[in-house]
């Protein structure tokens, strides 16, 4: 089906705009952009973990969802989602439920590459009929800005402070989606807000539609732990793509494939001066950090490229 911005944009909102979320968060725009994916006549089970997002949208007795919504702890959104799903098909066995209804998860980097990942790796590995989306803001924003395991290297976190001594973060992002991936996910996906929203809709399409456990990887800017100006989302994003620090793929049972390449793959410092959080690497006589951190991402994809032939 071919994507239609104009049509999309008429469905009816499934994110009401009373939410709190900042001005310029990412995970608002994550939410809209999946839940448009789904037909109007579809109805939904939203299940959220602990998060910016939740404590944003809801606050009992008050949702800002206008599909069924759930509450799940920090670690467990995943089994929360598989125990609705299972639920759904006996339900639907017994005749008792005659709607069509998906169970889409919603958890951030927090809830889902640390504190969640065993519950998401059981529920993939049970391949329960439904969707785990991360919106990866790369750090525990809600709680303070600690760092995570998504966080990229060198950035600071209030964890992980970039000082005299230590330049931030010392490790590496973590690669959430080649784990998910060898779970052997019918479909996995990464994305990001660019262009018409063309790469979000049709990826949140698919990984709703596709029968299965599926997983979307949504980067997800933050203006408070990033440090940009609010209006600057959409551009921070293009250049996490235009300079390969988020490419956008997918993976369809396995097989590999790039659904977007830069013209001109950008360096990594493009991406980086835009956020306060990286902003010591631009010190004199910290060159070696973005030629570390150009020299990682120029590794990852070529690797991702090769999987991708």
Avoid at 55 to 79: L, R
Avoid at 157 to 176: E, H, I, M, R, V
């Amino acid at each position: 089906m071919t994507y239609n911005l104009k049509k999309e944009a008429e469905k009816k909102e499934r994110l009401a705009g009373g939410h709190r979320l900042c001005a310029g968060c990412g995970a608002g725009i994550a939410v809209r952009g999946v839940l448009r994916a789904l037909e109007p006549e579809d109805k939904a089970v939203v299940v959220n973990a602990t998060s910016c997002l939740e404590v944003s949208t809801f606050m009992y007795p008050y949702t800002a969802y206008e599909d069924s919504f759930i509450h799940s702890a920090f670690e467990n959104a995943a089994a929360t989602a598989a125990g609705v799903e299972t639920a759904y098909k006996v339900l639907q066995q017994k005749g008792r439920v005659k709607k069509n209804f998906k169970v889409i998860a919603f958890g951030g980097d927090g809830g889902t590459y640390d504190i969640g990942l065993q519950s998401l790796s059981g529920a993939i590995e049970r391949n329960h009929d439904f969707v785990y989306v991360c919106y990866d803001n790369e750090a525990y924003m809600n709680t303070g800005i600690q760092r995570s395991s998504s966080t990229p290297r060198f950035a600071d976190a209030t964890t992980s402070p970039a000082g005299s001594k230590l330049p931030g973060k010392q490790q590496n992002k973590k690669d959430l989606t080649a784990i998910i991936a060898a779970h052997g996910s019918p479909y996995v996906a990464q994305t990001a807000f660019i262009g018409n929203m063309g790469d979000l809709h049709e990826k949140s399409r698919k990984a709703i539609y596709t029968e299965g456990a599926n997983f979307l990887n949504v980067l997800s800017p933050c203006p408070r732990g990033w440090r940009y100006n609010a209006a600057d989302i959409a551009h921070i994003s293009r250049m996490a793509v235009d300079t390969c620090v988020w490419p956008l793929f997918e993976i369809e049972d396995g097989v590999y494939r790039l659904t977007y390449e830069p013209k001109k793959k950008l360096p990594v410092e493009e991406f980086l001066k835009l956020q306060g959080r990286f902003s010591h690497m631009f010190k004199e006589g910290s060159e070696w950090m973005i030629e570390e951190a150009q020299s990682y991402v120029d590794r990852k994809w070529e690797q991702l490229l090769n999987k991708c032939r």
